[in-house]
């Protein structure tokens, strides 16, 4: 193996596949990134796989010898990333797995493992070939994502619940305390395509591999991304780069049955300065239990947001809003209050209550269709 | 006491002073910003002293009723900082120590305490006043305060060592395995001022001290700064900024004379180049115990750089440099030569040395006159 590219396409290309190396590695061949020449096309392609999530890219190289190797990850990156803007060249002795590395001044010799010992990435036979529009899974990602559990014992619930459908796609996430549903209609133009997408597919897919595939749909632009799937991994598959991830098992909640379908109390708000008066209060309630009680005033159509933390500091913002339903005094945690309010980013939401003790519901005024519900919290008089 | 300014003054004054605040403050008080009208200028200032550091600025504002209090400091400054761009105002009872935070929309209560209770910032009675160019402290402190002891049981060497002279003013830190030493001449101009500078004076700076007064001359510019000083404390005087600092106790090591005044060999090399490929190399050596190979080649007129990490990787850097002297092979720790050559900023240096077994010294060609001692580590051949 024998090849040579620009120093910031190879550097480039090893940051992005070694996210999905894995941090403390079960086998020494899992800290390591696989190198391939394709035999024809005159490209490298890299992969990285952590045996749950698996990331490859493609690029165009000079290749004077076909080949394979897998390379200790982080020491490549650090020497790659670190070479002065020139011609970079890889030379591999494939009997003893050695890769020598060639840029300006520098020569680097790196031991690596052979590529047969690598793990492949998981092939889907069966299942027909999706192709979902990128920036319809961005507003999903984005308007859901930070909803799921950290918590790893959560399980299904540390992932995006995503629903294609004829119409369009669903992306749901909850940790039990909020739940963020995020609808997204085709376009007309989409939905017109051929077999574009497949009645009742849902599957939960890891918060960390949707952190990757946002990262890749930045880059990948607009357009339509093939998606292949079966019981157990989905496949994104871009032109010059794939992402593969294994799927959570599990049943995932029947989260629309918790959205309420009316309201008696619903305030209007500007969403900048209510998240500006939400961080100023929060840095008390953040002393305390984050809790944050507002107060709806229908008469003055104005909400009150006030954070008391006795012997220490009280706080209290007043802000104009359309109330409607008449006047109410309830409770939140006030980051997850937060979390929705910078997860759209239209300029007005709507938030919509019942009683201080059941769901409400925080909703963006156009753009994207999110519904984000957030139970509240129960405050003594 | 109240006040009004608006509120991007009192956030940059707070963020600040707020630096010397205790972490782990020993009594209550200590983690609180001491506010004071000053009577008749129109000015308010802040104050925050840990009992060995301490900064007071001041900041014109317009002030309705004189008074003092101390306020906690991270949570006036968390929500200081987060207030819209407006007019801020505060108002203190003084009977109960509460303050009144008005901001736009909001209204912040803090409970303060009495602003007799906080400790007075040291004053120096006796001892004259020295005027030192802002320009020649900045470049001193940054030619010498990364080679401290960052080891607090290093006590006298966690500073830096500052000789004030007629001539000019010299700078030295060390921790044991290098040393850097900074000599600023005065400028004609400067030496022509009245009586500036006090002869024998010598004393150790603590490194956190250094930083906050780097932070501070920063934004002062040029221009003169008065400095006063007694057995145990420091005191620069800015106009609207104060740094009082508690000296380091001990005898500083007479370092001048650790430093070779001949050497045998010598080469001169481009600056970033060395960095670059120290840059790299170090990646590897980091694998092991930072050690990089130095091999000096006066015929090819060359120095090539070389670490081997048997079973793993290894790396040789070839650099061209003038050479005199012969051939030597020699080796460093590479963070310390990295260190060394990262705190100064001329094109090129150079670097002598005598056997690898003895220090060597790199210094910059032109700029600041600053001489880095390095003891060289001894290999197995």
Known sequence: MYFSCPQNVLATNLGFVSRAVAARPSHPILANILLETDGEGGNVSLTAFDLNLGIQVKFPAV??????????????NDIVSRLPEAEVT???????????????????????LPAAE????????????????????LAGVNGSLFAAANDETKRVLTGVHVKVQPQ????????????????????????????????????????????ELERMLHHYGEG???????????????VQQMLTARLLDGVYPDYNRLIPQQFKYQVTIERKTFVGALERVAVLADQKNNIVKITIDELNQEIALAVDTPEVAAGKESLPAQVAGGNLEIAFN????????????????????????????????????????????????
């Open 90 to 112: 890889l030379q591999v002795d494939l009997d003893t797995s050695t890769a020598v590395l060639l840029c300006g001044s520098g020569r680097y010799e790196l031991r690596g």
């Open 63 to 76: 290749i004077t010898q076909e080949g394979s190797i897998t390379l200790p990850s982080r020491l490549l």
């Open 118 to 137: 690598f793990p492949q990435l998981p092939q889907i036979s069966q299942g027909q070939i999706s192709y979902l529009p990128v920036e319809a899974i």
């Open 168 to 211: 369009g796609l669903e992306f749901a996430a909850t940790d039990g305390h909020r739940l963020a549903v995020v609808e997204i209609p085709y376009s007309e133009e989409e939905a017109a395509l051929p077999p574009q997408a497949v009645a009742n597919l849902e599957v939960t897919v890891p918060a960390r591999a949707l952190r």
């Open 334 to 381: 006030v980051k997850y209050l937060l979390d929705g309010l910078k997860a759209v980013n239209t300029t007005d939401v709507i938030l919509q209550m019942n009683t201080p003790t059941s769901p409400a519901v925080l909703k963006p005024i156009g753009g994207t269709k999110i519904t984000y519900l957030v139970m509240p919290v129960q405050i003594r008089v």
């Open 224 to 238: 339509m991304i093939a998606v292949q799937f079966d019981e157990t991994q989905m496949v994104f598959q871009g």
